[in-house]
């Protein structure tokens, strides 16, 4: 029989939590729903407001993987959406994940979460800059943080203030909170800074998504920044062979990064390192430190 959990007073179908996820450390479904169950307040915020794309993997990261942005079959009627209207489909809607209920409904699907750069209601005006920072074998993340060290100080001369996390698979994201500002512009501008961090390191930096530039090189992918793409959340477990989060980390733990591992967090790093830093994202949910692109704001 399917257990049924009360959640502030909703009722939700908990399945298979015996099942083993992955392998490699023997992490189960359930332990993925206490995972996000103890993580809630810190991702909650950061997803609050944005329409939700899964990409789910119910049998782990060996079995099928599927991308989704519509809401799922059985989504209860009290899980909110929101319209997103899309080409070709023009009454579409996604989830937004607005409480713990809901995200515990979603975690019981076994999902990474995907969110723009834009809020509810805005399509293509993003409230946030990102780059992700893609190693091409035999460079890491290591090459990553070296990269990431210049771009955070290029994005300061312009009055920006990057945050840094781990991708939760071999890379980085650097993301920037910015004032309402159309996602065209925010795309043109990434472009810009990728290119410049090219020409300014060019045996580390390609800015190009051709795989034969690619080896040795970090991408930096600019186009997370285009209306109708999305990125991992901010602690959204990934479908790894381990139960790798995305996680926040410091400047200064970017600075001291030597190996591959060095900055790789499975899913009981986390609740150590929140006690400890608190959520090292944080700014990016306070309107006060939004910054403004530089030129003239359309």
């Not at 909110?80 to 080409?87: C, F, G, I, K, L």
Request: hydrophobic content about 40%; some cysteine.
């Amino acid at each position: 029989m399917t257990p049924i959990t009360m959640v502030e007073g909703r009722r939700i179908a908990l399945s298979n939590l015996d099942k083993v996820l992955y392998p490699e450390t023997g992490f189960t479904k359930g332990e993925v729903l206490h995972y996000y169950a103890t993580v809630a307040d810190f991702l909650l915020p950061h997803i609050h407001n944005r329409p939700v794309s899964f990409l789910r993997y119910p049998d782990g990261p060996d079995g099928q993987l599927f991308f989704t942005k519509n809401p799922p079959p059985g989504t209860p009627a009290w899980v909110t959406t929101t319209a997103v209207p899309r080409s070709g489909e023009p009454s579409a809607e996604q989830v937004v994940v607005a409480d713990l209920p809901s995200l515990m409904w979603a975690a019981n699907l076994v999902v990474e979460f995907h969110t723009p750069q834009w809020p509810a209601g805005s399509p293509a005006v993003a409230d946030r800059l990102i780059i992700d920072l893609d190693p091409g074998p035999p460079a890491t993340v290591v090459e990553c943080c070296a990269a990431a060290l210049w771009l955070r100080d290029r994005l300061a001369a312009d009055g920006l203030h990057a945050y840094a996390k781990t991708s939760g698979s071999k890379g980085m994201h650097l993301a920037v909170p910015l004032e309402p500002t159309a996602s065209a512009r925010v795309s043109a501008y990434a472009k810009l800074l990728a290119q410049e961090a090219e020409r300014e390191l060019p045996d580390l930096v390609v800015h190009r998504m051709a795989k034969a530039l690619r080896p040795g090189k970090v991408f930096v992918d600019h186009s997370q920044n285009a209306a109708a793409k999305t990125t991992a959340a901010p602690y959204t477990l990934r479908a790894r062979a381990r139960p790798t989060v995305s996680a926040p980390v410091s400047w200064e733990e970017v600075e001291a990064c030597r190996t591959p591992d060095g900055l790789v967090f499975l899913a009981d790093d986390i609740a150590p390192r929140l006690a400890r830093d608190g959520d090292l994202f944080g700014p990016l949910t306070d309107p006060d430190l939004a910054g403004r692109l530089p030129g003239r704001q359309r």
